[in-house]
Protein backbone atom coordinates (compact mmCIF):
# COMPACT_ATOMS: atom_id res chain seq x y z
CA UNK A 1 0.00 0.00 0.00
CA UNK A 2 1.00 4.04 -0.52
CA UNK A 3 1.04 4.30 3.28
CA UNK A 4 3.99 1.79 3.68
CA UNK A 5 5.96 2.76 1.55
CA UNK A 6 8.95 4.20 2.24
CA UNK A 7 10.89 7.45 0.64
CA UNK A 8 13.57 5.49 -1.06
CA UNK A 9 10.75 3.06 -2.71
CA UNK A 10 8.99 6.52 -3.71
CA UNK A 11 12.33 7.85 -4.88
CA UNK A 12 11.93 11.49 -3.44
CA UNK A 13 15.16 11.51 -2.63
CA UNK A 14 16.15 11.71 -6.50
CA UNK A 15 14.32 14.89 -6.95
CA UNK A 16 16.59 16.86 -4.77
CA UNK A 17 20.03 14.81 -5.51
CA UNK A 18 22.78 16.32 -7.27
CA UNK A 19 23.43 15.99 -11.39
CA UNK A 20 27.13 15.83 -11.79
CA UNK A 21 27.41 14.73 -15.15
CA UNK A 22 26.93 17.21 -18.13
CA UNK A 23 26.52 15.34 -21.50
CA UNK A 24 25.67 16.27 -25.32
CA UNK A 25 23.23 13.66 -27.18
CA UNK A 26 21.72 14.59 -30.66
CA UNK A 27 18.86 11.88 -30.31
CA UNK A 28 17.39 11.32 -27.31
CA UNK A 29 15.32 8.20 -27.46
CA UNK A 30 11.59 8.51 -27.99
CA UNK A 31 8.54 6.83 -27.00
CA UNK A 32 5.61 7.82 -28.79
CA UNK A 33 5.92 10.74 -31.81
CA UNK A 34 6.94 14.24 -30.86
CA UNK A 35 4.87 16.78 -33.19
CA UNK A 36 6.93 17.43 -36.15
CA UNK A 37 5.65 21.00 -36.39
CA UNK A 38 7.22 21.07 -32.90
CA UNK A 39 10.42 23.18 -33.76
CA UNK A 40 12.66 25.01 -31.52
CA UNK A 41 14.58 24.42 -28.01
CA UNK A 42 13.39 24.42 -24.61
CA UNK A 43 15.72 25.84 -21.54
CA UNK A 44 15.35 24.97 -18.19
CA UNK A 45 17.26 26.13 -15.34
CA UNK A 46 17.26 25.22 -11.16
CA UNK A 47 19.50 23.77 -8.54
CA UNK A 48 21.54 20.28 -9.36
CA UNK A 49 24.60 20.49 -6.68
CA UNK A 50 23.65 20.35 -3.29
CA UNK A 51 27.05 19.84 -1.80
CA UNK A 52 30.86 19.16 -2.19
CA UNK A 53 33.10 17.11 0.09
CA UNK A 54 31.99 17.02 3.78
CA UNK A 55 29.66 20.59 2.98
CA UNK A 56 26.03 20.95 1.83
CA UNK A 57 23.33 23.15 1.67
CA UNK A 58 20.90 23.03 3.71
CA UNK A 59 17.93 24.33 1.70
CA UNK A 60 16.51 23.29 -2.26
CA UNK A 61 16.72 27.04 -2.90
CA UNK A 62 20.74 27.19 -2.87
CA UNK A 63 21.43 24.07 -5.31
CA UNK A 64 24.07 25.55 -8.06
CA UNK A 65 22.60 26.52 -11.14
CA UNK A 66 22.53 23.85 -14.18
CA UNK A 67 20.50 25.43 -17.76
CA UNK A 68 19.54 22.18 -20.28
CA UNK A 69 18.13 22.44 -23.73
CA UNK A 70 16.11 20.20 -25.01
CA UNK A 71 15.98 21.04 -29.11
CA UNK A 72 13.07 19.85 -31.51
CA UNK A 73 13.41 18.81 -35.03
CA UNK A 74 11.18 17.08 -37.20
CA UNK A 75 10.15 14.97 -34.74
CA UNK A 76 13.50 14.27 -32.84
CA UNK A 77 15.07 15.72 -29.82
CA UNK A 78 18.37 16.55 -29.07
CA UNK A 79 19.85 17.69 -25.40
CA UNK A 80 22.55 19.23 -23.47
CA UNK A 81 23.25 20.33 -20.46
CA UNK A 82 26.15 22.77 -18.39
CA UNK A 83 26.42 23.91 -14.85
CA UNK A 84 26.42 27.66 -15.16
CA UNK A 85 29.88 28.35 -14.18
CA UNK A 86 29.29 31.67 -11.93
CA UNK A 87 31.27 32.82 -9.06
CA UNK A 88 29.46 30.58 -6.37
CA UNK A 89 30.21 27.26 -8.47
CA UNK A 90 33.77 27.94 -9.18
CA UNK A 91 34.47 29.16 -5.40
CA UNK A 92 32.89 25.30 -5.01
CA UNK A 93 34.65 23.91 -6.98
CA UNK A 94 38.24 24.99 -6.80
CA UNK A 95 37.92 25.03 -2.91
CA UNK A 96 35.14 22.91 -2.14
CA UNK A 97 33.64 25.83 0.33
CA UNK A 98 29.91 26.66 -0.14
CA UNK A 99 28.96 30.14 -1.07
CA UNK A 100 26.67 32.46 0.49
CA UNK A 101 22.86 31.90 -1.06
CA UNK A 102 19.28 32.30 -0.19
CA UNK A 103 19.78 30.44 3.59
CA UNK A 104 23.22 29.99 3.18
CA UNK A 105 26.01 32.48 4.21
CA UNK A 106 29.34 32.64 4.41
CA UNK A 107 31.18 35.30 6.77
CA UNK A 108 32.01 37.68 5.28
CA UNK A 109 33.58 41.43 7.29
CA UNK A 110 31.53 44.35 7.04
CA UNK A 111 34.24 46.32 5.22
CA UNK A 112 34.12 44.58 2.23
CA UNK A 113 30.16 44.24 2.03
CA UNK A 114 30.29 48.24 2.48
CA UNK A 115 33.28 47.92 -0.03
CA UNK A 116 30.71 45.61 -2.19
CA UNK A 117 27.94 47.60 -2.01
CA UNK A 118 29.80 51.34 -2.69
CA UNK A 119 31.32 49.83 -6.08
CA UNK A 120 27.86 48.43 -7.31
CA UNK A 121 25.78 51.65 -6.13
CA UNK A 122 28.93 53.46 -8.39
CA UNK A 123 27.80 51.72 -11.72
CA UNK A 124 31.33 49.72 -11.24
CA UNK A 125 31.04 46.39 -13.28
CA UNK A 126 33.00 43.43 -10.55
CA UNK A 127 32.24 40.93 -12.54
CA UNK A 128 30.78 38.75 -9.90
CA UNK A 129 28.43 36.11 -11.26
CA UNK A 130 25.66 34.91 -8.32
CA UNK A 131 23.40 31.26 -8.21
CA UNK A 132 21.33 32.15 -11.22
CA UNK A 133 19.14 29.08 -10.59
CA UNK A 134 15.38 30.35 -11.15
CA UNK A 135 14.75 31.51 -14.49
CA UNK A 136 15.83 32.20 -18.49
CA UNK A 137 14.89 34.87 -20.14
CA UNK A 138 16.51 36.30 -23.86
CA UNK A 139 17.14 39.88 -23.56
CA UNK A 140 19.32 42.27 -26.00
CA UNK A 141 20.13 39.41 -28.12
CA UNK A 142 21.56 37.55 -25.06
CA UNK A 143 20.31 34.65 -23.00
CA UNK A 144 20.53 34.82 -19.34
CA UNK A 145 20.10 33.30 -16.19
CA UNK A 146 17.64 34.73 -13.69
CA UNK A 147 16.98 34.93 -10.24
CA UNK A 148 16.75 37.52 -6.85
CA UNK A 149 19.73 38.92 -7.65
CA UNK A 150 20.31 42.19 -9.66
CA UNK A 151 22.60 40.48 -11.99
CA UNK A 152 21.89 38.02 -14.23
CA UNK A 153 24.35 35.43 -15.62
CA UNK A 154 24.51 35.13 -20.15
CA UNK A 155 25.20 32.10 -21.79
CA UNK A 156 25.90 30.64 -25.21
CA UNK A 157 22.46 29.42 -26.02
CA UNK A 158 23.93 26.84 -28.29
CA UNK A 159 26.87 25.39 -26.23
CA UNK A 160 25.53 26.51 -23.04
CA UNK A 161 28.58 28.05 -21.59
CA UNK A 162 28.95 30.26 -19.63
CA UNK A 163 29.34 34.14 -20.94
CA UNK A 164 29.76 36.51 -17.56
CA UNK A 165 27.69 38.43 -15.73
CA UNK A 166 25.00 40.94 -17.50
CA UNK A 167 24.96 44.63 -17.19
CA UNK A 168 22.55 46.86 -17.84
CA UNK A 169 23.89 50.60 -19.49
CA UNK A 170 22.30 52.60 -16.80
CA UNK A 171 22.71 53.65 -13.14
CA UNK A 172 19.57 52.13 -11.93
CA UNK A 173 20.20 50.71 -8.48
CA UNK A 174 18.62 47.80 -6.39
CA UNK A 175 19.46 45.46 -3.92
CA UNK A 176 17.49 42.79 -4.99
CA UNK A 177 15.77 42.03 -8.41
CA UNK A 178 12.71 40.07 -9.17
CA UNK A 179 13.08 36.78 -11.25
CA UNK A 180 10.23 37.07 -13.45
CA UNK A 181 10.29 39.55 -15.70
CA UNK A 182 6.70 40.78 -17.31
CA UNK A 183 6.69 40.92 -20.88
CA UNK A 184 4.37 43.37 -22.74
CA UNK A 185 3.88 42.03 -26.20
CA UNK A 186 2.47 45.65 -27.55
CA UNK A 187 5.18 47.36 -26.19
CA UNK A 188 8.02 44.64 -27.24
CA UNK A 189 9.40 45.33 -23.63
CA UNK A 190 10.11 43.87 -20.71
CA UNK A 191 8.72 45.59 -16.80
CA UNK A 192 10.32 44.59 -13.88
CA UNK A 193 11.58 46.20 -10.59
CA UNK A 194 14.66 46.36 -8.30
CA UNK A 195 14.02 46.85 -4.35
CA UNK A 196 16.85 49.53 -3.21
CA UNK A 197 17.10 49.70 1.21
CA UNK A 198 18.34 52.68 2.69
CA UNK A 199 16.82 55.24 5.03
CA UNK A 200 14.40 55.01 2.38
CA UNK A 201 13.39 51.71 1.23
CA UNK A 202 12.12 51.67 -2.48
CA UNK A 203 10.74 49.89 -5.38
CA UNK A 204 11.86 50.87 -8.36
CA UNK A 205 10.00 49.75 -11.39
CA UNK A 206 11.80 50.25 -14.61
CA UNK A 207 10.80 49.12 -18.27
CA UNK A 208 13.78 48.09 -21.16
CA UNK A 209 13.13 47.35 -24.61
CA UNK A 210 13.42 43.96 -25.72
CA UNK A 211 16.48 44.55 -27.72
CA UNK A 212 18.36 47.55 -25.49
CA UNK A 213 20.36 47.27 -22.23
CA UNK A 214 18.95 50.95 -21.48
CA UNK A 215 16.22 51.00 -18.35
CA UNK A 216 13.50 53.16 -17.82
CA UNK A 217 12.15 54.17 -14.62
CA UNK A 218 8.47 53.66 -14.35
CA UNK A 219 7.96 54.92 -10.34
CA UNK A 220 9.91 54.56 -7.27
CA UNK A 221 8.16 53.73 -4.35
CA UNK A 222 8.77 54.71 -1.20
CA UNK A 223 7.80 51.56 1.56
CA UNK A 224 8.72 51.55 5.18
CA UNK A 225 8.99 47.69 4.80
CA UNK A 226 9.65 45.85 1.83
CA UNK A 227 8.62 42.74 1.05
CA UNK A 228 9.60 39.90 -0.47
CA UNK A 229 7.74 39.24 -3.77
CA UNK A 230 9.21 36.78 -6.21
CA UNK A 231 6.80 37.80 -8.99
CA UNK A 232 4.49 40.57 -9.63
CA UNK A 233 1.50 41.23 -11.93
CA UNK A 234 0.95 43.73 -15.11
CA UNK A 235 -1.86 44.32 -17.40
CA UNK A 236 -2.32 45.84 -20.59
CA UNK A 237 -2.73 49.62 -18.16
CA UNK A 238 -1.28 48.60 -14.62
CA UNK A 239 1.33 46.99 -12.77
CA UNK A 240 0.25 45.10 -9.86
CA UNK A 241 2.94 44.50 -6.46
CA UNK A 242 1.26 41.88 -4.04
CA UNK A 243 2.77 42.64 -1.15
CA UNK A 244 2.50 39.80 0.98
CA UNK A 245 3.29 40.59 4.93
CA UNK A 246 6.82 38.23 4.82
CA UNK A 247 8.96 41.76 5.30
CA UNK A 248 12.60 42.02 4.48
CA UNK A 249 14.85 43.41 7.15
CA UNK A 250 16.92 45.55 5.26
CA UNK A 251 19.55 46.66 8.06
CA UNK A 252 19.79 43.18 8.42
CA UNK A 253 20.03 42.40 4.69
CA UNK A 254 22.31 45.30 4.16
CA UNK A 255 25.16 45.51 7.26
CA UNK A 256 23.84 42.24 9.13
CA UNK A 257 26.21 39.67 6.86
CA UNK A 258 22.84 37.85 6.70
CA UNK A 259 21.84 35.18 4.24
CA UNK A 260 18.53 36.87 2.57
CA UNK A 261 16.40 34.07 4.37
CA UNK A 262 17.42 35.02 7.19
CA UNK A 263 16.16 38.64 6.99
CA UNK A 264 12.67 37.90 6.10
CA UNK A 265 9.86 38.07 8.95
CA UNK A 266 5.76 36.57 8.51
CA UNK A 267 3.73 39.31 9.78
CA UNK A 268 0.52 38.19 8.84
CA UNK A 269 -1.42 40.79 11.07
CA UNK A 270 -0.01 43.47 8.33
CA UNK A 271 -2.45 41.71 5.74
CA UNK A 272 -1.46 41.70 2.16
CA UNK A 273 -1.40 45.22 0.10
CA UNK A 274 -2.02 45.13 -3.63
CA UNK A 275 -0.55 48.01 -5.18
CA UNK A 276 -2.01 49.28 -8.54
CA UNK A 277 0.77 51.59 -10.44
CA UNK A 278 -0.33 53.15 -14.02
CA UNK A 279 2.25 51.61 -16.72
CA UNK A 280 2.85 54.77 -18.52
CA UNK A 281 2.19 57.77 -15.62
CA UNK A 282 3.92 55.65 -12.78
CA UNK A 283 1.45 56.90 -10.57
CA UNK A 284 -0.12 54.37 -7.92
CA UNK A 285 -3.82 55.16 -8.98
CA UNK A 286 -4.99 52.52 -6.19
CA UNK A 287 -4.55 50.09 -3.32
CA UNK A 288 -6.59 47.53 -1.66
CA UNK A 289 -5.89 45.27 1.18
CA UNK A 290 -7.02 42.12 1.77
CA UNK A 291 -5.94 39.39 4.26
CA UNK A 292 -2.63 37.43 4.49
CA UNK A 293 -1.65 35.40 2.06
CA UNK A 294 1.70 34.51 0.19
CA UNK A 295 2.39 33.26 -3.42
CA UNK A 296 5.10 32.78 -5.20
CA UNK A 297 3.56 32.91 -8.45
CA UNK A 298 1.17 35.12 -10.12
CA UNK A 299 -0.47 33.00 -12.74
CA UNK A 300 -2.48 35.88 -14.81
CA UNK A 301 -3.89 39.74 -14.76
CA UNK A 302 -6.06 41.43 -16.67
CA UNK A 303 -8.70 44.13 -17.00
CA UNK A 304 -11.94 43.45 -17.32
CA UNK A 305 -14.51 46.61 -17.05
CA UNK A 306 -13.83 48.36 -14.04
CA UNK A 307 -12.22 45.88 -12.20
CA UNK A 308 -8.09 44.22 -12.53
CA UNK A 309 -8.75 40.62 -12.67
CA UNK A 310 -5.47 39.16 -10.66
CA UNK A 311 -5.01 35.15 -10.01
CA UNK A 312 -2.69 33.63 -7.69
CA UNK A 313 -1.36 30.44 -6.92
CA UNK A 314 -1.62 31.26 -3.02
CA UNK A 315 -1.79 29.79 0.44
CA UNK A 316 -2.44 31.50 4.16
CA UNK A 317 1.14 31.13 5.05
CA UNK A 318 4.75 31.02 3.13
CA UNK A 319 4.99 26.83 3.95
CA UNK A 320 6.47 26.03 0.74
CA UNK A 321 10.17 28.52 1.80
CA UNK A 322 10.12 27.10 5.18
CA UNK A 323 9.37 23.37 4.23
CA UNK A 324 11.89 23.16 1.26
CA UNK A 325 15.03 22.12 3.26
CA UNK A 326 16.46 19.04 1.76
CA UNK A 327 16.85 16.92 4.48
CA UNK A 328 12.77 16.68 4.98
CA UNK A 329 12.49 16.90 1.71
CA UNK A 330 14.52 13.78 0.68
CA UNK A 331 12.10 11.98 2.75
CA UNK A 332 9.17 13.92 2.31
CA UNK A 333 6.04 11.31 2.14
CA UNK A 334 3.12 12.84 2.39
CA UNK A 335 1.82 16.02 0.26
CA UNK A 336 1.80 18.34 3.25
CA UNK A 337 5.65 18.02 3.27
CA UNK A 338 5.62 19.42 0.58
CA UNK A 339 2.59 21.97 0.25
CA UNK A 340 1.37 23.76 -2.86
CA UNK A 341 -1.29 26.75 -3.13
CA UNK A 342 -4.99 27.62 -4.01
CA UNK A 343 -5.79 28.93 -7.65
CA UNK A 344 -7.37 32.45 -5.80
CA UNK A 345 -8.75 35.22 -7.68
CA UNK A 346 -8.92 38.22 -6.63
CA UNK A 347 -11.04 41.64 -8.26
CA UNK A 348 -9.05 44.69 -7.32
CA UNK A 349 -12.45 47.69 -8.40
CA UNK A 350 -10.84 50.40 -9.72
CA UNK A 351 -13.82 52.90 -9.02
CA UNK A 352 -12.72 52.83 -5.43
CA UNK A 353 -9.09 53.56 -5.48
CA UNK A 354 -8.58 53.38 -1.76
CA UNK A 355 -10.02 50.13 -0.11
CA UNK A 356 -10.27 49.50 3.37
CA UNK A 357 -12.24 46.90 3.26
CA UNK A 358 -10.49 43.83 2.68
CA UNK A 359 -10.71 42.67 -1.15
CA UNK A 360 -11.55 38.97 -1.18
CA UNK A 361 -11.19 36.05 -3.46
CA UNK A 362 -12.87 32.89 -5.31
CA UNK A 363 -11.50 29.84 -5.56
CA UNK A 364 -11.04 28.77 -8.93
CA UNK A 365 -10.42 24.97 -8.79
CA UNK A 366 -10.12 22.53 -5.84
CA UNK A 367 -6.57 21.11 -7.16
CA UNK A 368 -3.66 22.37 -5.33
CA UNK A 369 -0.92 23.77 -7.39
CA UNK A 370 2.24 25.25 -8.65
CA UNK A 371 4.63 26.75 -11.64
CA UNK A 372 1.46 27.30 -13.34
CA UNK A 373 1.36 27.96 -16.95
CA UNK A 374 -1.08 29.57 -19.57
CA UNK A 375 -0.91 30.20 -23.36
CA UNK A 376 1.30 33.54 -22.69
CA UNK A 377 1.25 34.44 -26.41
CA UNK A 378 -2.46 34.25 -26.81
CA UNK A 379 -4.02 34.96 -23.23
CA UNK A 380 -0.91 36.94 -21.14
CA UNK A 381 -2.61 39.97 -19.46
CA UNK A 382 -5.89 38.78 -20.80
CA UNK A 383 -9.15 37.16 -20.48
CA UNK A 384 -8.07 33.46 -20.94
CA UNK A 385 -10.19 29.50 -19.38
CA UNK A 386 -7.13 27.28 -19.45
CA UNK A 387 -4.02 27.18 -17.06
CA UNK A 388 -1.70 23.88 -16.78
CA UNK A 389 -0.02 22.92 -13.38
CA UNK A 390 1.72 20.63 -11.33
CA UNK A 391 -0.46 19.78 -8.38
CA UNK A 392 -0.75 16.62 -5.83
CA UNK A 393 -2.96 13.26 -6.59
CA UNK A 394 -4.68 11.98 -3.75
CA UNK A 395 -3.89 8.08 -4.82
CA UNK A 396 -0.05 9.32 -4.39
CA UNK A 397 0.12 11.68 -1.97
CA UNK A 398 3.82 13.08 -1.53
CA UNK A 399 5.28 15.91 -3.61
CA UNK A 400 4.29 16.97 -6.78
CA UNK A 401 2.73 13.54 -8.54
CA UNK A 402 0.94 14.93 -11.10
CA UNK A 403 0.40 17.94 -13.69
CA UNK A 404 -3.40 19.20 -14.34
CA UNK A 405 -5.52 21.36 -16.58
CA UNK A 406 -7.87 23.64 -15.32
CA UNK A 407 -10.84 24.97 -17.27
CA UNK A 408 -11.46 28.45 -15.18
CA UNK A 409 -14.64 29.20 -16.87
CA UNK A 410 -16.11 25.98 -15.65
CA UNK A 411 -14.16 25.07 -12.67
CA UNK A 412 -13.29 21.57 -14.24
CA UNK A 413 -9.74 20.01 -14.25
CA UNK A 414 -7.77 17.05 -16.45
CA UNK A 415 -4.74 15.18 -15.16
CA UNK A 416 -2.01 13.55 -16.35
CA UNK A 417 -0.62 10.92 -13.57
CA UNK A 418 2.03 7.97 -13.71
CA UNK A 419 2.93 5.86 -9.83
CA UNK A 420 6.33 7.32 -9.02
CA UNK A 421 6.86 10.30 -10.99
CA UNK A 422 7.32 13.32 -10.19
CA UNK A 423 6.85 16.17 -13.43
CA UNK A 424 8.25 19.95 -13.29
CA UNK A 425 6.53 22.48 -14.11
CA UNK A 426 4.45 22.66 -17.41
CA UNK A 427 5.40 24.81 -20.63
CA UNK A 428 2.65 25.40 -23.27
CA UNK A 429 3.74 25.88 -27.20
CA UNK A 430 0.80 26.75 -29.66
CA UNK A 431 0.84 24.51 -32.54
CA UNK A 432 1.49 26.99 -36.22
CA UNK A 433 -1.66 28.53 -37.04
CA UNK A 434 -3.40 27.25 -33.95
CA UNK A 435 -7.05 28.65 -33.59
CA UNK A 436 -8.36 27.16 -29.86
CA UNK A 437 -6.73 28.74 -26.98
CA UNK A 438 -5.43 24.84 -26.11
CA UNK A 439 -4.31 24.05 -29.22
CA UNK A 440 -0.71 22.96 -28.81
CA UNK A 441 1.29 20.87 -26.77
CA UNK A 442 2.30 21.05 -22.67
CA UNK A 443 6.05 20.14 -22.47
CA UNK A 444 7.44 18.77 -18.90
CA UNK A 445 10.61 17.86 -17.73
CA UNK A 446 9.37 14.51 -15.39
CA UNK A 447 11.13 12.58 -13.31
CA UNK A 448 10.89 8.79 -13.16
CA UNK A 449 11.69 7.51 -9.55
CA UNK A 450 11.39 3.58 -10.78
CA UNK A 451 13.95 4.05 -13.69
CA UNK A 452 16.19 6.75 -11.72
CA UNK A 453 15.93 8.54 -14.70
CA UNK A 454 13.78 11.54 -16.18
CA UNK A 455 12.34 12.35 -19.31
CA UNK A 456 10.79 15.01 -21.04
CA UNK A 457 7.22 14.32 -21.54
CA UNK A 458 5.24 16.20 -24.62
CA UNK A 459 0.89 16.06 -23.97
CA UNK A 460 -1.54 17.17 -26.49
CA UNK A 461 -2.65 20.30 -24.49
CA UNK A 462 -6.32 19.53 -25.71
CA UNK A 463 -6.65 16.11 -24.66
CA UNK A 464 -4.26 16.00 -22.68
CA UNK A 465 -3.09 12.96 -23.38
CA UNK A 466 0.45 12.06 -23.83
CA UNK A 467 2.09 12.30 -27.10
CA UNK A 468 5.43 10.97 -26.52
CA UNK A 469 8.54 11.02 -24.09
CA UNK A 470 12.11 11.35 -24.75
CA UNK A 471 14.68 9.40 -22.27
CA UNK A 472 17.39 11.11 -20.98
CA UNK A 473 20.60 8.61 -19.32
CA UNK A 474 20.34 10.33 -15.92
CA UNK A 475 18.08 12.02 -13.33
CA UNK A 476 17.25 15.38 -13.21
CA UNK A 477 16.56 17.55 -9.76
CA UNK A 478 13.06 18.97 -9.74
CA UNK A 479 13.77 22.64 -11.25
CA UNK A 480 12.44 25.88 -11.53
CA UNK A 481 11.27 27.66 -14.50
CA UNK A 482 12.27 27.75 -18.56
CA UNK A 483 11.97 29.33 -21.90
CA UNK A 484 10.66 28.04 -25.11
CA UNK A 485 11.99 29.59 -28.66
CA UNK A 486 11.11 28.88 -31.98
CA UNK A 487 14.39 30.10 -33.55
CA UNK A 488 17.19 28.32 -31.39
Known amino acids: MLSTMSS ?12 NSEVEIDD ?13 SLFRNGPAKFETGQASYNHWFDGLAMVHRYSFRDGQIAYRNRFLRTSPYTQMMSTGQLSSGFETVQPTSLGKRILKMSLEMLGQKTGQTYNTNVNVICLADQFMALTEQPVPTVFDPITLETRGAFYFDDTLFGHLSCGHPQYDDQQQEYINYVTCFGPINTYNLYRVKAMSRQRSLIARIPVRSPCYMHSFAATENFIILVEFPLVVKSLPAIFGGKAPMQCLSWEPRRGTNF ?31 NEIVVDLAASDQPDLMYKSYLKPLKSATRSKDHPL ?50 SHNRNWPTLVGQLVKIDVKNCSDQAWFEPNTYPGEPLFVAAPNGTAEDDGVILSVVLDAAKKRSFLLVLHAQSFKELGRAYLPHHVPLEFHGLFVEEI
Open 8 to 19: AQLGVELAFTSL
Open 28 to 40: LPIEGNIPRWLKG
Open 275 to 305: RVIHKHSGDQVARFQSEACFAFHHINAYEEG
Open 341 to 390: AEYRRYRLPLQKPSCKAEVGYELLSEQLIEMVCINQGRCRSRDYRYAYAV
